[in-house]
Structure formats: structure tokens, C-alpha cells
């Protein structure tokens, strides 16, 4: 009885202790942005917003790794809310290729036919 009493409240309740949709959204695009900025800076200071959306990633996955809370995040704000705790570092990861294949292009004085 305890059991279920537990699984019913948790799942009940798990919306409002996550993060909203569009605060979710609004921290990713904060993120990349910040790492676009300083990647024009210098390289090396996108390890400062890579840090946060290591953050970001570690806690979508230990939600999943959690029986219960897995079960109700994805039951109550679906996989795309997980999956969007991965998306900055995602976009960091492009941002930084893109980056390195310009310089390295540059540095090279090739010219690249797209």
C-alpha cells in the first residue's frame, strides 16, 4: 500500500518540481548563445557554458536513472523534456566543429566549394 501511495505522489507532483518547458527553452538558448560569444572571444572560454550543459545532461540522465522518477517524468512531460537537457551540449559540440573546420580552413587558405 505504501508502494503505491509513493508512485501516485510522485507522479502527481513531478511537474511542478521540474523545470517549465519554456524555462528549459529559454536556459538551452541562453547556453549556445553564450558559447557562440565567447567562442569569438577565444575558444578555450566555451569551456565556461560546456560546463553548464554538462550539468544540464548529467541531470536528464539521472532522472532516468531513477525507477520512479524516470517512469513519471516521461509519463507526465514526455521524452522531448528529457531529451532537451541534452540539446546545449549537443549544439555546443556542432558549434565547436563548425568552428575548428573554419579555422583549419583559414589557416590552410583553402576554399571550400558548398
Known amino acids: 500500500m505504501k508502494g503505491i501511495w509513493f508512485s501516485t ?3 502527481a507532483e513531478i511537474g511542478d ?6 524555462t528549459l527553452l529559454v536556459w ?9 560569444w ?4 577565444n575558444k578555450w572560454l566555451a569551456v565556461i557554458p560546456l560546463s553548464v550543459a554538462l550539468i544540464f545532461a548529467f541531470g536528464g540522465l539521472e532522472e532516468l536513472r531513477e525507477p520512479h522518477m524516470a517512469r513519471a ?3 507526465e512531460l514526455g521524452y522531448f523534456y528529457v531529451a532537451l537537457n541534452f540539446l546545449p551540449l549537443l549544439m555546443i559540440a556542432v558549434l565547436l566543429i563548425t568552428v575548428q573546420r573554419r579555422l583549419t580552413t583559414h589557416r590552410h587558405g583553402e576554399r571550400r566549394m558548398d
Open 28 to 36: 538551452n538558448a541562453i547556453i549556445v548563445l553564450l558559447t557562440w
Open 73 to 75: 517524468v516521461i509519463q
Open 17 to 22: 518540481k521540474m523545470m517549465s518547458l519554456p
Open 9 to 11: 505522489s510522485v507522479l
Open 38 to 41: 565567447f567562442v569569438r572571444k
